[in-house]
Nanobody
Framework: QVQLVESGGGLVQAGGSLRLSCEAS????????MGWIRQAPGKEREFVAG????????YYSDSVKGRFTISRDNVKNTVYLQMNSLKPQDTAVYYC???????????????WGQGTQVTISS
C-alpha cells in the first residue's frame, strides 16, 4: 500500500500562485509514477499533471500547460505541483495519485490522497 497526504491548498486571487505537496509513505516512492488529478464541483475528475518514475518525463493537460509544473523529490518521497497564473476555472479539489504501471495521462490511478481544496477568486 502507498499512503499519500496532500498539503498546500487554499484560497488565492486570480493570477496568484500556490504550491501543492504530496508526501508518500509505505512503499519505495521512486518506483511509482505520480500524478495530480482535480475535480471541480459537478464535473468529472480531470488529469492535471504527471511525472514518471525512473527517467523523468512530465505530462500536462492542455489547460495547465505553461502555468503548472510538476516535480518530485525521491529523497523526501514528495511530489509537488507549482501552480502559477491561477484562474478561477482552476478551482477544484486536487488529488495526488500513484501507480507503478500504466498510462500516466489518465484519471485511473491505484492510490489516492484525500485531496486538498484549491479556490481561485476572480
Amino acid at each position: 500500500q502507498v499512503q499519500l497526504v496532500e498539503s498546500g491548498g487554499g484560497l488565492v486571487q486570480a493570477g496568484g500562485s500556490l504550491r501543492l505537496s504530496c508526501e508518500a509513505s509505505g512503499r519505495t516512492f521512486s518506483n511509482y509514477h505520480m500524478g495530480w488529478i482535480r475535480q471541480a464541483p459537478g464535473k468529472e475528475r480531470e488529469f492535471v499533471a504527471g511525472i514518471s518514475r525512473g527517467v523523468i518525463t512530465t505530462y500536462y493537460s492542455d489547460s495547465v500547460k505553461g502555468r503548472f509544473t510538476i516535480s518530485r523529490d525521491n529523497v523526501k518521497n514528495t511530489v509537488y505541483l507549482q501552480m502559477n497564473s491561477l484562474k478561477p476555472q482552476d478551482t477544484a479539489v486536487y488529488y495526488c495519485a500513484a501507480k507503478r504501471l500504466g498510462t500516466i495521462v489518465a484519471v485511473q490511478w491505484n492510490y489516492w490522497g484525500q485531496g486538498t481544496q484549491v479556490t481561485i477568486s476572480s
